[in-house]
């Protein structure tokens, strides 16, 4: 099972640094519901980086030992995941400098040095990743006596990302 998991892990980095959009949350806070933020990551894996203002209840409600959940599903729906982790402020110039692009650039006027700029950070700790075997695929191996629920349990993986 080891081999599937760092199979599916390796899927989930690479689909979320194609896809780039997650559910962001904070756990435990009432105020912070999940909202659909742009991750970036500066190698192939975490931790992850999102630009946000200073004053979105996300950022309001940060605590030193703020817990976070992130969901996740690619565009063409091949992988889905539920991440939890670490959620804090980071503000590094250099991170900063290095993730910075045009369209976080059009959410800060004042640049890269826009007062209202926060970068917050995401070091996610484990996760359960589902691949979809869906479609066409799916529909024949059933029909040649394949178990629809066996098939599920082979396509999921609980991942220690840390």
Same mark, same amino acid.
């Given at each position: 099972m080891g081999s599937k998991n760092h199979e599916l892990e390796t899927k989930f980095w690479m689909a979320l640094k194609s896809d780039m959009t997650m559910m962001l949350g904070l756990v435990g806070v009432e105020e912070s519901h999940t909202r659909p933020m742009t991750a970036q990551l500066r190698g192939s894996e975490g931790p992850i980086f999102f630009f946000t203002a200073r004053d979105t209840s996300l950022v309001q409600n940060l605590r030193a030992d703020s817990r976070a959940i992130g969901t996740f599903a690619a565009k063409d729906h091949e992988i889905f995941a539920s991440v939890h982790g670490r959620l804090s402020l980071s503000n590094d110039p250099? +991170? +900063?400098?290095?993730?910075?692009?045009?369209?976080?650039? /059009?959410?800060?006027?004042?640049? %890269?040095?826009?007062?209202?700029? *926060? &970068? +917050?950070?995401?070091? /996610?700790?484990? *996760?359960? +990743?589902? $691949?979809?075997?869906?479609?066409?695929? *799916?529909?024949? %191996?059933? &029909?040649?006596? =394949?178990?629809? %629920?066996? #098939?599920?349990? $082979? =396509?999921? /993986? %609980?991942? #220690?990302?840390?």
């Amino acid at each position: 099972m080891g081999s599937k998991n760092h199979e599916l892990e390796t899927k989930f980095w690479m689909a979320l640094k194609s896809d780039m959009t997650m559910m962001l949350g904070l756990v435990g806070v009432e105020e912070s519901h999940t909202r659909p933020m742009t991750a970036q990551l500066r190698g192939s894996e975490g931790p992850i980086f999102f630009f946000t203002a200073r004053d979105t209840s996300l950022v309001q409600n940060l605590r030193a030992d703020s817990r976070a959940i992130g969901t996740f599903a690619a565009k063409d729906h091949e992988i889905f995941a539920s991440v939890h982790g670490r959620l804090s402020l980071s503000n590094d110039p250099e +991170i +900063i400098d290095e993730l910075w692009n045009p369209y976080v650039e /059009a959410w800060f006027e004042g640049g %890269k040095d826009d007062p209202e700029l *926060a &970068l +917050i950070r995401f070091d /996610a700790d484990r *996760a359960e +990743i589902w $691949e979809n075997e869906g479609g066409l695929f *799916a529909g024949l %191996k059933m &029909l040649f006596g =394949h178990d629809p %629920k066996q #098939d599920a349990r $082979e =396509h999921v /993986a %609980k991942v #220690d990302l840390r």
